[in-house]
């Protein structure tokens, strides 16, 4: 234990080193701790746990789902899937935190509650982060890393950055400079009257739209690409987020959503004027207005980490990683967090991760720590074995309440090895591109997937004789896929691997 | 050592299949799909798994093996998984990074809305695929 005034973790040799002390932060630290890694240091700049839900107090709700009473009892790991903004322990006491600190207005818990549930998080899981502690640049040494921080440097064979979405980003528009960001909006009150343009059209464009309506005068929202409503629909604050696209729809109420390529802003004594040209439409627009948002997006604060080959996507906005969260270009590089959503893994019919929302990026996080366990420190996770009759209901129950197959759709995959020497054993949870793409052994895997016309089906894949057959799995109007017509499925397709 | 990755409708610009669109068409076509970039090694389409994408190459170089064979290599402007896509079948072969490799991803249920909306890269796609036609049976034959 460190003592009062004490800060854990001073500069030098690590195995590991995590940064940042956001949720991504804080589940990895407390994963890793777990391992059996006996020198793991975690730093952050912030003074305290979740500095994001500080810095940005435009989210004043998170927007996924924590059910405070659900179908099954809190603290239990089916309860994961009805409690999207906890972090996940590995004993009760550590489990289901955040409906603690609910007021229950809405199941969206606010800001502030999040980042209580935090800190309690850390608190009882006891993880340890030295606050305070700001990175600062990296080099690559013999087979790690050296992080220089503001409190000196620190040595390690790998690091997980949790780094968050977190800095403003503008698209390299001439003029746009001039334009504040999204994240610098203030009161809509200073909009009163005002004829407002906003640059983008994703959650934050219309989030501050939103907020707008009652004060501008005139709003138009533009960007390249035409309106997503399938991706806004699913928001859970849609009815705040569809109301300027619904005032536009009827049309006539002052409110435009506009899909043109923005190719000048210039600004002027009175106000700005826009030039854009049409890319459903054809032509040239010019618009006048007082004021610019450019509701753009954010991305990820990378400092040198290109400059030491970490190959980014989407305009360098984000880390490119494999399917265990690693650099693709670095190896001993990992992420965690919300980052984690640039490696999408199989997109089956065109769906990605849930990597973006706590709910899915805690559970990459504890697959990071095994993975970084098993595979540079030779700590090899215990498997359960498991008896023949009992393989079939186990991996019924698995696709009818694993929160991690429900929250990683197509993404995450519960895995049975069949080992003829060693019997059969529970892998435990696996990315499923991990699983499909690489042949160890007969195996078998099971997930919860989207199926082409969008309905939850469950899936399995079984690896015999080094090949891999795909089997998905009808619909069921309750989802109960632990029913006896899907045990009769899997135990059929089971049949060679269980003999 | 990985180079930054280019803008992504620049790219685009250079590649014949978008050859044909206007800049703010093709800004349109970057900010509607993502892109995606693999390690060396990694599989990006795989032979018999379903719900497969339409990829373009944006840089890097990849291989198609078959049943463990490889057909071929695929490089900048390239595009594979088209076929899958349109047949609505598995795909026949798995097309695996031999560099770290980018790629624009087109999901499946998005591919004809972009052939019909864009009918230029429908013609430079089927342009592209009866040349592919015409040197299998030339090679064949």
Redesign the interface.
Known sequence: MVGVGERPFPPGDYDVVVVGSGPGGLQVAYSLARTGIRRCAVISRDDRPGGMFRRFPVYQRLISWTKPDAPVARGTREYEWYDHNSLVGDVESHQALTPLFMDRELDLPARPEMESALAEFAARGEVQVRYGCEWESTRIEGDGFVLATSDGEYRCRACVFALGMTEAWKP?IPGLDAAPHYADTRSPKLYEGKSVFIVGKRNSGFEVAQGLLPWARRLVLA????VDTAVLAFSPLRLRYLQPFDEHVRGGSGSHVV???IERVERHDGGYRIRT????WKGELTLEADEVIAATGFRTPLQDL?SL????????RLP?Q??YW?S??VPGIYFAGNVTQAS?G?????A?SSSGSVHGFRYNARLVAQRIAETMFGLRRERRPLEPAEVVGFLAGELARAPELWSQK?HLARVVAFDPAGGMRDEGIVPL?QF??HDDGDACAVAV?Y??DGAIVPALYVRHGGR???H?LPPHPLHAFDGDDYRRELGARLEPLLA | MEAQSANVVETLASLSLFGDLTYPELEAVAHTFEEEAFAQGQRVLRQDVSGGSFYVILSGEARVVIDGEERAVLTRGDFFGEISVLTDTAPTADVIAATVLRCLVVPAHDLKPLMLSRPSVAYRMLQIEARRLRAANTWSG
């Open positions: 390299p960007s390249p690409r035409p899909d043109a390529s040209r049409g890319t459903t290109p080959g970490v190959a980014t996507v989407h305009d360098g490119a494999t399917p690693e693709v270009s999408p199989l997109r089956k019919h065109g990605t197509a591109a499909v793409d997937e199926d082409a891999l057959a795909e998905v």
